[in-house]
């Protein structure tokens, strides 16, 4: 069955280390986005590709990065930059509307918590 | 530019009175629009979509939405809460710009439902 997948589910990092979350999709799809979410809160973007070798920040890219190397794969490095990285992080993929796709495709999510 | 509001950060109702979840976009293309929940700790859950098809459409679990291009809206209903209902509602729009499939998502709602 297609469908996304993140890893690792739950994540601990200690301050000043960098760590890099996972997100893979195997639907073919064009299009994949980073989000953050806090306790309360909702989804903040993050990052955003809509084609292999290019992304685009979205509204708190500061102390994050991406790599778009291969269609299927989007990770997501919080670097040390990033000052209050503990939170949900979510990747989400969705396919291309002028062939048909049009279904947002969810990952279960990772929790990432500094200690 | 799209955007997506939900005009109720906190929605509290009865058990067994009428849910109204209110979602309002703006766009520049036909859009796709969709809601979302999310439990506590939980992943996102598609509650229903609309895609240029009927402009009413049904959901899971008794949820309806009916898109209303004059007034831009995609309010989402239900004629009687549960106490299952409880939890956080996101609308989404997806549409295109120049390099294809764009999400944008609202604020959240948080629903409340008393016994």
């Known amino acids: 069955d297609g469908g996304i997948t993140q890893s690792p589910k739950y994540l601990f990092r200690k301050e000043g280390q960098n760590v890099t979350l996972s997100c893979e999709q195997n639907?073919?799809?064009?299009?994949m986005y980073w989000y953050r979410q806090d306790p309360g809160q909702g989804l903040r973007l993050i990052y955003y590709s809509q084609i292999v070798n290019d992304f685009q920040k979205g509204d708190i890219a500061e102390g994050y990065s991406v790599s778009r190397e291969k269609k299927e794969s989007f990770p997501l490095t919080v670097t040390s930059a990033q000052k209050n990285p503990t939170a949900f992080y979510l990747c989400?993929?969705?396919?291309?509307?002028?062939?048909?796709?049009?279904?947002?495709?969810f990952g279960e999510g990772s929790w990432l918590t500094v200690v | 530019a799209q955007s997506v509001t939900q005009l109720d950060s906190h929605v509290s109702v009865s058990e067994g009175t009428p849910v109204l979840l209110r979602c309002n976009y703006s766009?520049?293309?036909?859009?796709?629009l969709f809601w979302y929940v999310q439990h506590p700790n939980k992943g996102l859950q598609l509650l229903l979509k609309?895609?240029?098809?009927?402009?009413l459409v049904k959901g899971i679990n008794g949820f309806e939405a009916e898109f209303k291009k004059s007034e831009t809206s995609f309010h989402l209903t239900k004629p009687s809460a549960h106490m299952s209902d409880a939890a956080e509602y996101f609308c989404v729009v997806s549409d295109l710009d120049n390099a294809g499939n764009m999400l944008t998502f609202g604020g959240g709602t948080r629903l409340m439902v008393k016994p």
């Open positions: 989400a993929s969705i396919g291309d509307r002028n062939r048909g796709g049009n279904t947002i495709y």
């Open positions: 639907l073919n799809h064009d299009a």
């Open positions: 609309y895609t240029s098809a009927a402009t």
């Open positions: 766009s520049s293309y036909s859009p796709s």
